[in-house]
């Protein structure tokens, strides 16, 4: 379903009229590790690869706040499919989730392993990926049948993508725009030649024989998230804008342990890994009662989405709910989390305070097996792709594979072409300039509507409130973006946009499915109550 693409009077420009143009052979827009795989994949073909972030590293990208880790299928990628499926609660593409457990093994320790030097964890297991004599340490998450996730201490993302950046910080072939960011694709007679790029205020069309898009994902959608700030759907916003189909929208998954502060909410949350659970943490509501055998058999290791609202329903029943770590060897196992505590004022051993946050979204720019989506030459990889491989839930630890493994084959798929100079729109910035606080204040209004109306649980009376202000608002922000240009003005524009697409895909699905739940009228009044 592809978003209205606001109108303009202007007429495109000629070529002439730009001062400056680049160009390349395939343009990255993200470097998360699905958007660095894509570049590492289109270099080894031999291409000339931009990348461009809007990312300060390493922090800015999705992937460098990884916690549990990478999972792998070992020696049953039977077991892992089956794992997928019954996670998406039978949502799931088989044929994606057949190439995703088929090249798992490969990919992780082609690129991780062989070519990155990642030092996962070890331990004296049996080890996991072909030819390796080193064991690892192999975690157990929520939902897996069995333990196959990879990891380094609870900041496997940090651990896989600095090397990542500085692998290719060296490589000849590719060349890593930062603080740079995305504004418009370039299209053509439905194909996609490249992006507006701006840097600095400057705007410079980059023209690329294929665009792949990593943008990461929507946490800035929502009041509370364990994304990085700058998560506002860019990717899916600008594919959707420029007629590239998007799905599975409704999807969005919330991660049920995240440190919400001793007063029960905060500015500042931060992701308590599942892996914490894996080894044996419990949840307890603000009456010490463990509560999760009550509400699935897997208790802690239930899929998330059930994780996630028996954890809200128990916080609003009696105040609260915490992660009991005293049988787990927190400090010992989990360093990094355990100082985050610390810092924070938190007495881990008395119980973390936790609740549910928007961490991902299942849907997306919809790609075939190789990335490509619905416009010639646009690829999409990562969180802001729909490859159909989660469904309608995401199975923990399944983000960095899927990124890996996908991004890697969109590269090599979209190396080999050359770059066409076309006209590019033209984007004005001839009024004055808005107010420094003006997009600060439009997302307090975005977040609260998806916060309240297109969240945990939904309501379809709830979902049509919702629509009616996000199309108000998406229609205010393109009349400013007609004769404006700035990068927090886009991102806001790119934010109202994936809402609209979120809270539309969410109003169409009338059935209850993984992170989508619809609930009866008396159960919203009794929690609103």
């Not at 990208?61 to 916690?67: G, H, I, N, P």
């Not at 991780?112 to 080193?134: K, Q, R």
């Not at 990891?151 to 060349?175: E, R, S, W």
């Not at 809402?499 to 619809?518: F, K």
Request: glycine share 10%; with cysteine; net charge negative.
């Amino acid at each position: 379903m592809a978003a209205e693409t606001p109108g303009t009077d202007e007429p495109a420009p000629e070529l002439d009229d730009y001062d400056d143009y680049r160009t390349t052979d395939v343009l990255v827009v993200g470097s998360g590790i699905a958007g660095l795989a894509a570049a590492l994949g289109a270099a080894r073909e031999g291409a000339d690869v931009t990348v461009a972030t809007k990312a300060t590293r390493p922090e800015g990208a999705s992937s460098w706040w990884a916690q549990g880790g990478i999972a792998v299928s070992r020696d049953d990628p039977g077991q892992f499919k089956d794992d997928i499926l019954a996670a998406s609660a039978g949502t799931a593409d088989s044929g994606a989730v057949d190439v995703l457990v088929d090249e798992a093994n490969h990919a992780v320790h082609d690129v991780l392993v062989e070519t990155l030097d990642v030092e996962f964890d070890t331990n004296g297991d049996d080890a996991a990926n072909e030819g390796e004599t080193e064991d690892y340490d192999f975690g157990r998450e929520a939902a897996h049948d069995e333990p196959r996730i990879l990891h380094v201490d609870a900041a496997t993302g940090k651990a896989i993508h600095v090397p990542f950046l500085n692998y290719l910080d060296d490589h000849d072939a590719v060349t890593i725009r930062d603080d740079t960011a995305a504004l418009q694709l370039v299209t053509h007679e439905g194909r996609v030649h490249g992006a507006l790029l701006e840097h600095d205020d400057d705007v410079v069309p980059t023209f690329a024989g294929s665009t792949v898009l990593a943008t990461g994902g929507i946490g800035d959608l929502y009041p509370r998230s364990t994304n990085p700030d700058g998560s506002t759907g860019d990717g899916i916003a600008m594919a959707a804008l420029a007629g590239a189909d998007v799905e599975d929208m409704e999807f969005v998954q919330f991660h049920p342990t995240v440190f919400v502060g001793t007063d029960g909410d905060t500015d500042e949350p931060f992701l308590v890994s599942e892996a914490v659970r894996g080894e044996g943490a419990v949840l307890r509501n603000g009456e010490g009662e463990r509560f999760m055998p009550d509400y699935h058999e897997d208790a802690e290791l239930a899929p998330r989405d059930v994780v996630a609202r028996a954890v809200q329903k128990e916080r609003d029943a009696t105040g609260e709910v915490v992660l009991d770590v005293s049988d787990v060897d927190f400090a010992g196992d989990f360093p990094g989390l355990a100082e985050k505590c610390e810092n924070r004022g938190v007495d881990w051993q008395a119980g973390i305070p936790v609740g549910p946050a928007e961490h991902f979204l299942c849907g997306g720019v919809d790609v075939d097996d190789r990335g490509r989506a619905s416009l010639d030459r646009l690829y999409a990889v990562g969180e802001c792709s729909r490859t159909g491989v989660h469904g309608a839930n995401r199975l923990a630890s399944t983000s960095l594979l899927e990124g890996l493994v996908w991004g890697l084959r969109a590269g090599e798929d979209a190396a080999g072409r050359e770059a066409d100079v076309v006209e590019a729109p033209e984007l004005l910035d001839r009024d004055p300039a808005l107010p420094d606080n003006f997009a600060a204040e439009k997302f307090v209004r975005l977040r609260r509507t998806m916060d309240e109306y297109v969240g945990l649980r939904r309501h379809p009376d709830d979902l049509g409130r919702a629509q009616a202000v996000l199309r108000r608002l998406k229609g205010e922000v393109d009349a400013y973006v007609r004769t404006r240009t700035s990068r927090s003005l886009y991102e806001l524009r790119h934010a109202s946009v994936t809402a609209l697409l979120v809270a539309r895909a969410a109003s169409e699905n009338d059935e209850s499915v993984g992170t989508h739940n619809l609930v009866e009228e008396r159960e919203r009044e009794a929690s609103a109550d």
